[in-house]
T-cell receptor, first 120, second 110 residues
Framework: DTAVSQTPKYLVTQMGNDKSIKCEQN?????MYWYKQDSKKFLKIMFS???????INETVPNRFSPKSPDKAHLNLHINSLELGDSAVYFC???????????????????FGAGSRLTVL | DAKTTQPPSMDCAEGRAANLPCNHS???????VYWYRQIHSQGPQYIIH???NNETNEMASLIITEDRKSSTLILPHATLRDTAVYYC???????????????FGTGTRL
């Protein structure tokens, strides 16, 4: 199935640990994103990569380090986890960078199912 | 910051049309209106988008006012499976430079 898939779906860990969430898309998109949805359900962009190059980096603690080995993968590594990092993290992809016109014209975001991180 | 305002929640009887309003009074000439929805515990899903003409697809219809300051998403025959948070977003989709940050507001819970 063509999709944005992220693993793991659930992650429970202790404060201070380091963890990673992986994301892969087989849609042939050039741009990938990480969004964070907190307990109040606000969905905020964290990072965006276009063809492995970082193009958006919101005010995110440097404990968060995205890595894009190729344009189909965007992983998120989090060091020294804190209680406030508990959230659902969504990976997404689009044909072109945000604001650009895509071949299909819509340049919509396709989201993964989310990874719920709980820090104890 | 979100450029749109939506009611926090709405109710709709099953089988009836659901009309979800969105105000975007500061929309620019090159900004499109996009609608996404998020069903509980899932990632947001694209529904429809438009610039100034009304649009319809298999999921919904989008009515944009002539002055483009507001729009309405119409789900013609709402079912229980349409229970979700609906997000109205304005964004540029016609340039080949810059990196606009797509911002989701608080949406409308239907």
């Amino acid at each position: 199935d063509t999709a944005v898939s992220q693993t793991p779906k659930y992650l429970v860990t202790q404060m201070g640990n380091d963890k990673s969430i992986k994301c892969e898309q087989n849609l042939g998109h050039d741009t990938m994103y990480w969004y964070k949805q907190d307990s109040k359900k606000f969905l905020k962009i964290m990072f965006s990569y276009n063809n492995k190059e970082l193009i958006i980096n919101e005010t995110v603690p440097n404990r968060f380090s995205p890595k894009s080995p190729d344009k189909a993968h965007l992983n998120l590594h989090i060091n020294s986890l804190e209680l406030g990092d508990s959230a659902v993290y969504f990976c997404a992809s689009s044909e072109a960078p945000p604001g650009w016109k895509s071949h299909s014209g819509a340049n919509v975001l396709t989201f993964g199912a989310g990874s719920r991180l709980t820090v104890l | 910051d979100a450029k749109t305002t939506q009611p926090p929640s709405m109710d709709c009887a099953e089988g009836r049309a659901a009309n979800l309003p969105c105000n975007h009074s500061t929309i620019s000439g090159n900004e499109y209106v996009y609608w996404y929805r998020q069903i509980h515990s899932q990632g947001p899903q694209y529904i429809i988008h438009g610039l100034k003409n009304n649009e319809t697809n298999e999921m919904a219809s989008l009515i944009i006012t002539e002055d483009r300051k507001s729009s309405t998403l119409i789900l013609p025959h709402a079912t229980l499976r349409d229970t979700a948070v609906y997000y109205c977003i304005v964004r540029v989709a016609s340039t080949n430079f810059g990196n606009e940050k797509l911002t989701f507001g608080t949406g409308t819970r239907l």
